[in-house]
Every structure is written in C-alpha cells, then in structure tokens.
C-alpha cells in the first residue's frame, strides 16, 4: 500500500478499445472526452486513439474503433493487449438493438477478450424517446454476461453528461480485472 510511483515510458497506459455500430457516437465521446467539445465528426475509417487523463495518477488509451458493417470483421486487429471494451450504443435506437446485441456478443466471443471487463454506455440519453439502462441492459443481453465484469451507464456525448464518471468506472473495472 502506500504512495504509486510516478508513471513511467515502462508502463503505458491501459489500452481501451471504443466499439459499437456505426452512429452510436464513439467519435463524438471520444473528441468529448479529448477536448472538452464537440466537434464536427464524420464515419470512422479504421480508428481515432488519444489518452485521457482521468487524474494525476490515472490515465487510458481509448482506441475508437469504425462501426460500420464492413470495418467490424477488423475489429479483432485491436483486441490484443486490451484490458476493457467500452460498447457504444444509441439508446434512441431500439430497431438496431438485436445488431448491436450480434456484435457485442462476437467480439466479446474472441480469445483477446477472455476476462476483460466490459463498460456498456447508453449515448444520447439526452434524446426524447431513449431507452433506460434497464432496457438496453436486456436489449444486449448483459445478464447472460456471468463470467465477465460488466457495468452499464447512460451518457451523452453531445452534452458531456456522464462520460468523466464512466470513465472513471471504466479504471477501476481494470483495476479490479
């Protein structure tokens, strides 16, 4: 116990892989998450990657990965070395739940993958309509998820609710993994 020593080139920080369908809003929490703004993003081809800095002693690499359909067969490219998959989802979406929920099941069926906990964040809350965590929770199937660690928070990365405090969790479901 005690002091944690300074951060060194010997260890990086966590590697954080950011998935989930197309226009669910991974490169807007990401450039959120960054700069503090939003900014004007466009389909990700191949990925975005930054380090947040969550406090003095705790930083991640997040790695936001393009959804599109035709870009996720590369997803297992980014899997290696990953010690927690934040999944992305539209909460004002519930017709692309059972494709979210196929896609969230395949990579979490990877080898890479065995062990990691898993953050499901709930974006656009802020939209009229959206579904509770509760509903998104089912949707995805979360509670089959028994031999994993796993959290679901909802956020918006428009507005920048709830993105510091998932993160946050985020750390610490590393640190407890």
Same mark, same amino acid.
């Given at each position: 116990? #005690?002091? @944690?020593? $300074? &951060? +060194?080139?010997?260890?990086? $920080?966590?590697?954080?892989?950011?998935?989930?369908?197309? @226009?669910? #809003?991974?490169?807007?929490?990401?450039?959120?998450? !960054?700069?503090?703004?939003?900014? %004007?993003?466009?389909?990700?081809?191949?990925?975005?990657?930054?380090? !947040?800095?969550? %406090?003095?002693?705790?930083?991640?690499?997040?790695?936001?990965?393009?959804?599109? /359909? /035709? =870009?996720? $067969?590369?997803?297992?490219?980014?899997?290696?070395?990953?010690?927690? *998959?934040?999944?992305?989802?539209? +909460?004002?979406? $519930?017709?692309?739940?059972?494709?979210?929920?196929?896609?969230?099941?395949?990579? !979490?069926? %990877?080898? /890479?993958?065995?062990?990691?906990? !898993? =953050?499901?964040?709930? /974006?656009?809350?802020?939209?009229?309509?959206?579904?509770?965590?509760?509903?998104?929770?089912?949707?995805?199937?979360?509670?089959?998820?028994?031999? &994993?660690?796993?959290?679901?928070?909802?956020?918006?990365?428009?507005? #920048?609710? #709830?993105?510091?405090?998932?993160?946050? @969790? *985020?750390?610490?479901?590393?640190?407890?993994?």
């Amino acid at each position: 116990m #005690g002091q @944690s020593l $300074p &951060r +060194s080139s010997t260890h990086p $920080p966590p590697q954080v892989i950011l998935m989930g369908l197309d @226009s669910a #809003g991974k490169s807007t929490l990401l450039a959120r998450l !960054l700069t503090g703004e939003v900014m %004007d993003t466009s389909p990700t081809v191949g990925f975005n990657v930054g380090t !947040l800095d969550l %406090d003095k002693k705790t930083s991640l690499t997040l790695w936001d990965v393009g959804g599109q /359909n /035709n =870009m996720r $067969p590369n997803w297992r490219y980014y899997l290696e070395g990953c010690k927690a *998959v934040v999944f992305v989802v539209d +909460s004002s979406e $519930p017709a692309r739940m059972p494709e979210a929920q196929k896609a969230l099941k395949k990579v !979490l069926g %990877d080898e /890479n993958l065995r062990g990691i906990p !898993l =953050m499901v964040l709930a /974006n656009k809350k802020d939209l009229p309509n959206s579904m509770t965590i509760r509903e998104v929770s089912k949707h995805l199937d979360l509670p089959s998820y028994k031999e &994993r660690a796993w959290e679901i928070q909802a956020c918006s990365a428009l507005k #920048g609710l #709830g993105l510091q405090q998932a993160f946050l @969790s *985020v750390a610490k479901l590393i640190k407890r993994s």
